[in-house]
């Protein structure tokens, strides 16, 4: 397959009838990498909210099981879409993540928001460190993925563009970044889990390259100084350089997906797996356009989200 073949065939669907099949194609093939370096940062700019942060502060898990916490984090938004988000796993994943948040009062705003780095980060480290830029319609498939998703959270004025997502992120940044002390100590241990990916003589190297990439009110809001500028221009230009040496590779072929390696699970997953421990003990609730079960006597099947699957690799 060559470089450009599958942009071609994007180039020519309708994202309000493809937009699924394009993530995919994004997440999976396209640009899969890339895709997850912004999901990274979208983690990061999250923390320059004092009122998100500290919540996360309190519940110590980026401390206690960061790892987890960030693999989760991914997974969950992977089975949501695996299998299309209106399939029966597809609603569970979103019950599943539904039970989870529901254990805080988190304001509608701010889900908002969190959702929109998902749909903004992405795009935009796209755009500045991947071989190509993303095409009109790939731009708006991300947009109608968050869309969906952030129906199936039960989040109300969600953007139906990327456009209006874009300038709900930039305003709600605008708005509420500021110094917190829990900004920064979320932030850092986040830091700490993706140096650790790397062998230990670098791990203090890659932290700083991921500072490097930053912008100056995202460094305030977390508290960190910017990198000097030659560390800045250093990491800029291996980025590039690597997107130029990729772009000159044959497209990843369709039997040969590249899909999540998470470090918690070696041998896979389960939907049961993902979350705190204590996520289990909440009851699902049904989606906003799911008609609640009738209570009955007779014993009950589990839920698709409680039911053993088959482990994901």
Not at 170 to 175: A, G, L, M, S
Not at 269 to 283: F, K, Q, V
Request: glycine fraction near 6%; include cysteine; proline fraction near 8%.
């Amino acid at each position: 397959m060559s470089r450009y073949s599958r942009l071609r065939r994007i180039q020519q669907m309708d994202p309000l009838q493809d937009h699924e099949r394009i993530y995919r194609w994004i997440t999976h093939y396209e640009f899969p990498r890339d895709y997850l370096h912004g999901t990274s940062i979208a983690f990061l700019r999250d923390y320059g909210v004092p009122r998100i942060s500290r919540l996360l502060d309190r519940t110590q898990e980026f401390e206690r099981a960061g790892q987890k916490r960030y693999d989760d984090t991914v997974l969950i938004t992977y089975e949501m879409v695996r299998e299309g988000m209106d399939s029966e796993h597809g609603r569970a994943a979103a019950r599943h993540l539904n039970r989870i948040h529901g254990r805080y009062r988190i304001p509608n705003e701010d889900f908002l928001y969190v959702l929109a780095t998902t749909v903004v980060g992405p795009k935009r480290w796209i755009d500045r460190f991947g071989w190509r830029r993303l095409c009109a319609q790939e731009t708006e498939s991300l947009a109608l993925v968050g869309r969906r998703m952030g129906e199936m959270m039960g989040i109300t004025g969600v953007p139906d563009t990327y456009a209006a997502f874009e300038r709900l992120h930039d305003d709600y940044e605008r708005e509420m970044f500021a110094y917190d002390p829990a900004n920064r100590r979320v932030a850092a241990a986040t830091l700490r889990v993706q140096a650790a990916w790397y062998p230990a003589p670098v791990r203090r190297l890659v932290s700083r390259a991921s500072l490097a990439v930053l912008d100056e009110p995202l460094l305030r809001a977390l508290g960190f100084r910017p990198e000097p500028r030659w560390l800045r221009v250093a990491v800029h230009r291996g980025f590039r350089t690597r997107a130029a040496l990729i772009r000159l590779l044959p497209g990843r072929p369709e039997w040969l997906p590249r899909r999540p390696r998470a470090r918690t699970y070696p041998f896979g997953w389960t939907l049961d797996d993902l979350g705190p421990h204590w996520a289990h003990s909440r009851p699902a609730a049904p989606l906003r356009d799911e008609t609640p079960p009738e209570r009955s006597s007779a014993p009950v099947r589990p839920s698709a989200a409680g039911s053993p699957r088959q482990e994901t690799r």
